[in-house]
């Protein structure tokens, strides 16, 4: 995931400096299981809504996110492969409930 300086020309929306230092913190340091972000409409950026420790399940993830608003997230997932490797995958998540409302 990269982030770009700045507001998106197309949209007008920036992303906060703490958003773009805790994604870092959950990919490179594992400080963090996931992050939740949303769309602050006053500064028009995605800001931190919640973060999970790492000891946190993914049931805790799904129970952090609103049932009627919509969110964007990144959840790290653990696994085992079938050569018994212990990985990691990092998930960006677009959550959008059907009675949202568009933004």
Known sequence: MAFRGGTNASSGMGVAEHSKSTYLELQRKKVFRYVIFKIDETKKEVVV???GGP????DDFTASLP???????VYD?????SE????SKIFFIAWSVFISTAK
């Open 77 to 81: 997932f653990d696994f085992v492969t």
């Open 67 to 73: 049932e009627n608003d919509c969110r964007y997230a």
């Open 84 to 87: 018994n490797c212990q990985k």
């Open 55 to 58: 000891a946190e399940s993914y």
């Open 49 to 51: 809504e919640k973060t």
